[in-house]
């Protein structure tokens, strides 16, 4: 893919050892490489190995670790190589700053926020991935796009199916949208089940193969939460136009319905390579490699109504978007404490919705953010009462 003028497209990969990272780089290989794209920058937090790997496959101009103390292993392991090296918040945002046309956003948790921002107001393209900075920054992050000029591209598979069946034109006619779900492993579970899961069974998703916090996400489904916030905010929608049914197969990754009854879904085999590739090269479709759906194979395919008695999640986002301003920064900095909490086996599965839901209760008032800053302190602060009702609930077992 090349510009107007004819040079390879620049791009920027926040987040490029992990799983959405390394699918970003395989449909750049399928896409051409090096002589599609020019990669400016990669970063990653502790895989260096990787991340020195990716650098010097794709002769990227700069590589970064979060991480401020394997600066030295990641200079190492690029010497001679001619890749500039960096760490820390400052090298996020040295590579935030480098003038990428397309950035993905693929770190996990509001670490991603304020690089994605700085590439966002510089006017990058930005494919986001990355839903916690949208759910906690909301139309902050949404107006700072606006303001740099680029575009928002959704790479969540739901987002994207949506976005794929919007029809521009009839915005006036879209009534709901209809997020899928998968139901995650413990769909069919009791709550006294679900009461004694593992990590390890929590990170077993019976369709994607993602990261860690998605994962236990999708058990919880509070990856669901979050994504009726990002969905309300990348739309533009009312908190009553935002639907979800659970979809155990997987392969109708979202809809969207109208006024006059039709329902336009976007379908595929889960593969996350479909939606990154439709943002890398949108509004053109590009020819990858992926499984095609075979109809007559799949036979069938299941929906059911959410339970939220058994996954509060759900409701909790209903209240977080009917509350409004910071509220849902709020639930995600809480969900992010609970879920580190969690793996840390410092609290249980069902134990996760109780801490977010009680931080939500102590922090009702809920203004609206006027600044990134405000976004900041309220999700500063979520994580200290969640990390307070955590340290109680230890002293109370
Ligand atoms: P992952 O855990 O596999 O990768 C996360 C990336 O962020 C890695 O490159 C890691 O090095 C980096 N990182 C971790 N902590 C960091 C920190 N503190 N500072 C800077 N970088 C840090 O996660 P993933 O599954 O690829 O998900 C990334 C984002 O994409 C998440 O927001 C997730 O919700 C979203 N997403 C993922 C999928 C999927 O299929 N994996 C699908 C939809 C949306
Ligand atoms: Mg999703």
Redo the contacts with the bound molecule.
């Keep these: 893919m090349t510009t107007d003028t004819g040079r390879p497209r620049r791009l920027t990969i926040?987040?490029?050892?992990?799983?959405?990272?390394?699918?970003t780089l395989d449909v750049v290989r399928q896409l051409g490489g090096r002589d599609t794209f020019e990669v400016m920058a990669l970063?990653?937090?502790?895989?260096i190995e990787l991340?020195a790997q990716q650098a010097r496959e794709t002769g990227a101009k700069l590589a970064v670790?979060?991480?401020e103390s394997q600066y030295i292993a990641l200079k190492d392991a690029l010497s001679g190589s001619g890749v500039d090296v960096a760490a820390g918040v400052s090298g996020?945002d040295e590579a935030a700053s480098l003038e990428a046309e397309w950035v993905m956003?693929?770190?996990?948790?509001t670490?991603?926020l304020a690089?994605t921002l700085k590439a966002a107001s510089r006017g990058a393209d930005i494919a986001l991935?990355?839903?916690?900075?949208l759910v906690s920054a909301g139309e902050l992050f949404v107006e700072a796009v606006r303001a740099g000029g680029g575009r928002l591209i959704p790479?969540?598979?739901e987002h994207s199916a949506i976005f794929q069946c919007l029809d521009n034109q009839q915005r006036h006619a879209l009534e709901r949208i209809i997020l899928t779900a998968s139901g995650g492993p413990f769909r069919t579970f009791t709550r006294d089940q679900m009461a004694g899961v593992t990590v390890e069974t929590a990170r077993t998703h019976p369709n994607?193969?993602?990261?860690?916090?998605?994962?236990v996400?999708s058990a919880s489904m509070f990856?669901k939460a979050?994504e009726m916030v990002e969905a309300k905010h990348l739309f533009s929608l009312r908190p009553d136009q935002v639907e979800v049914i659970v979809h155990p197969q997987s392969i109708v990754h979202s809809m969207v319905g109208y006024s006059d009854g039709s329902v336009i879904a976007q379908l595929g085999t889960p593969d996350?390579r479909t939606?990154i590739g439709y943002a890398l090269t949108y509004p053109r479709r590009p020819k990858l490699d992926v499984e095609r759906l075979d109809f007559a194979k799949l036979a069938r395919l299941d929906f059911e109504a959410p339970d939220e008695a058994r996954f509060p999640a759900l409701r909790l986002a209903r209240i977080a978007l009917e509350r409004g301003g910071v509220q849902a920064a709020i639930m995600n900095a809480a969900e992010e404490t609970a879920f580190n909490a969690f793996v840390e086996r410092r609290i249980g599965f069902l134990d996760m919705a109780e801490v977010v839901e009680a931080v939500m209760d102590r922090l009702v008032s809920c203004p609206p953010a006027s600044t990134i800053a405000d976004v900041f302190a309220a999700d500063a602060e979520a994580r200290r009462t969640a990390a307070q009702i955590i340290t109680i609930r230890e002293q109370a077992a």
């Design positions: 926040l987040g490029s050892t992990g799983s959405i990272g390394v699918n970063t990653g937090n502790g895989n991340l670790t979060a991480d996020l956003a693929a770190i996990v948790g670490a991603g690089p991935a990355n839903k916690e900075c790479v969540d598979s994607w193969s993602m990261g860690l916090k998605i994962s996400g990856n979050l996350m939606a």
